[in-house]
């Protein structure tokens, strides 16, 4: 499969077991070309993801969430995907509050059988994400001229900087 | 807040057939109020209402379910016991409602801000409008409209919206305060990179007490809350700024379709983090959504805890 130009970026999938992942799987098996960015987590149900799964991918440095399911009415538990669809719409609109870009996290919902479907949402998404660019980190690494100051500091005996 | 004598006279009436009594009594000085909690009937001496009692009561209910609770609630406390009602955390048969009209509460944290920490406040009056604060031998006048709580500015419901007792009439509310915080229509101007930035300062201050979330009336799981469980470990133990903003990205969650908008979380925060503008705008998306409003009809249902086949306000996934 060919890897995105450029540098892959960390997108998360959360697939439901029953139609999105084997959909994927579909896509898969008939050879359906890919972005490579997109690594999913099989849950049983949509109705499984809690909302803070994907507060906590994009704590954790994720560059965009992807959430998909069973359509409406297909649901393999009946009406998991119900409730889902409520918690991930209002997780949307919350997004832009804490100033992560809303574009950045996608609810769809694809079928087992729907492989070209798949395929699209895939491709879209990780043109979307690549065109945002990587998130913004809540713990920013240190730069290189901050760890040569604590450094210093150290060797100095002063201690780490939040003591002086 | 009027009525002292008739609520004195009200709870001492429903006393005989109750466990306990919540309402607030004078703290350690003039400026301060602590809940009380009324056993005996000599304890309701101590009872004061006013602009001072901004506790939420409600919190306690949970705790005390099997007990046969009184609890003197304003409007926006009288939500929340409605929410826990909704939500069947507590039973109604348990619990007698005293419910008072507010003209608003006090924010210590702006009074400290405008005129300083005074040490031992000895008087506080409250006059048409003008609160007299008294330290030493000086005093210091301050309008009522600038250090209320900014829950008050937009407070839709001053009356007790469910109670067993009223204590007087229900009032209209007025209206003009300056916030504590950003306001909602400033924060909105935001772009995402400043508002992203704005939120990781604020969370590079919380210092993890867990304040917010024991001053919540709607914070039910208490030991089981988990952003302090190992299994499932949500979140570590260290403080900083990626993990206070997960600890409070869990709370907001966690209230979704379910916060009355009480101001608890942020009266309890000794680091003055605006919190309730994540409650605020939460509510909003609520309100569109779902056009919901927590904590206003017991027999409601919490948009979360139900659905529809045909969503009224959420569009078709368009791929």
Same mark, same amino acid.
């Given at each position: ?26 896509? &898969? ?50 009406? &998991? ?14 997004? *832009?509050?804490? &100033? ?33 660019? *990587? ?25 780490? &900087?939040?003591?002086? | 807040?009027?009525?002292? @004598? ?9 006393l ?5 009594v919540?309402?607030?009594e004078? =703290?350690?000085?003039?400026? $301060?109020?602590?809940?009380l909690f009324i056993r005996k009937p000599e304890d309701v001496e101590r009872l ?30 009288? /939500? ?13 048969? #348990? ?11 006090? $924010? ?10 005074? =040490? ?38 001053? #009356? ?19 916030? @504590? ?21 604020? !969370? ?34 260290? #403080? ?12 907001? !969650?966690?209230?979704? =379709? /379910? ?22 705008? !939460? ?11 927590? =904590? ?16 009224? #306000? ?6």
């Amino acid at each position: 499969m060919p890897v995105y130009d450029g540098k892959e970026l960390r997108i998360i999938g959360f697939l439901c077991n029953w139609c999105s992942y084997a959909g994927a799987d579909t896509a &898969g098996v008939g050879r359906f070309q890919q972005p490579t960015d997109l690594r999913i987590i099989k849950v049983p149900c949509s109705g499984r993801i809690d909302p803070l799964f994907i507060l906590k991918a994009f704590q954790g440095g994720a560059d965009g969430v992807l959430v998909s399911g069973c359509h409406p009415r297909d649901c393999h538990y009946a009406e &998991g995907n119900y409730y889902a669809r409520r918690r991930l719409e209002l997780l949307k609109r919350f997004l *832009p509050v804490t &100033g992560i870009d809303p574009d950045r996290f996608e609810y769809t919902w694809v079928s087992a059988s729907e492989a070209p479907r798949w395929q699209h949402v895939v491709q879209t998404f990780t043109d979307r994400i690549h065109k945002l660019g *990587p998130s913004p980190l809540l713990a920013a690494p240190l730069t290189d001229a901050e760890m040569a100051k604590l450094q210093s500091q150290v060797e100095a005996g002063s201690g780490c &900087g939040c003591h002086k | 807040m009027t009525g002292l @004598e008739e609520l004195k006279t009200k709870i001492l009436g429903a006393l005989p057939e109750l466990d306990v009594v919540i309402g607030w009594e004078q =703290g350690y000085d003039a400026l $301060n109020a602590t809940p009380l909690f009324i056993r005996k009937p000599e304890d309701v001496e101590r009872l004061i209402i006013g602009p001072l009692c901004a506790h939420n009561l409600a919190t306690y209910l949970p705790g005390l379910k099997d007990k046969k609770v009184g609890i003197v609630v304003k409007g926006c406390d009288s /939500r929340a016991v409605i929410e826990l009602l909704q939500e069947k955390l507590i039973n109604k048969d #348990n619990i007698t409602i005293f419910g008072l009209k507010c003209d608003g509460v006090v $924010n210590l944290n702006k009074i400290r801000k405008k005129i300083g920490d005074l =040490g031992q406040i000895r008087k506080v009056v409250f006059d048409s409008g003008i609160i007299t604060i008294t330290a030493g031998e000086t005093d210091h006048q301050l309008k009522f409209s600038e250090v209320r709580m900014d829950k008050c500015d937009t407070c839709k419901y001053p #009356n007790a919206l469910l109670f067993d007792h009223f204590i007087g009439t229900p009032d209209d509310r007025q209206n003009g305060i300056e916030p @504590e915080h950003i306001s909602d229509a400033e924060f909105e101007k935001m772009s995402l990179e400043d508002r992203f930035a704005f939120w990781k300062q604020e !969370m590079s201050r919380c210092v993890r007490c867990y304040a917010c979330r024991n001053a919540c009336p709607m914070c039910v799981c208490r030991d089981h809350c988990v952003a302090v469980t190992r299994d499932p470990h949500w979140i570590s133990q260290e #403080n900083d700024t990626a993990d206070n903003w997960m600890f409070q990205m869990i709370h907001v !969650m966690h209230l979704t =379709g /379910r916060c009355v908008e009480c101001g608890e979380c942020e009266r309890a925060c000794p680091m003055d983090i605006p919190l309730m503008l994540l409650r605020r705008q !939460m509510n909003k998306g609520v309100r569109d959504v779902f056009e919901y409003e927590a =904590g206003i009809d017991p027999q409601g249902k919490p948009p979360l805890l139900t659905f529809k086949v045909e969503e009224d #306000n959420i569009p078709e996934r368009e791929w």
